[in-house]
């Protein structure tokens, strides 16, 4: 498994805003494509413009193809149903899961 870990910088009070758009826009994207897992929202209580979105990917093959012109047509959509928000993404990281075999004893 991979992990897709997007930082978010938003206004704190479109904080919500943006998690539920991400949620109906992008979400629901993603989860057209074979190999998407699932995703999880996180946010900070101590820092309220912040979001980070851990996106699963059953390997990395998968995640990659996720086509530059969807990307682009998503991010549209989800741009013009934030309306005037700021928000960034300011770091991302992959991470892929490693598993290991359990010894019976």
Known sequence: MVIE???IRVA???????IQKDEEIWTTALSTYPGFLGKQVWINPNQQDEVVLVIQWESR?????VSVQHIEETERLF???????VYSIIEEREYQVRK?????T
């Open 61 to 65: 093959e998968a995640w990659k193809r």
């Open 5 to 7: 870990w997007l930082k």
């Open 79 to 85: 741009s013009q149903a934030m309306g005037d928000a």
């Open 100 to 104: 290991f075999p359990q010894i019976q």
């Open 12 to 18: 704190p009070d479109r904080r919500e805003q943006y």
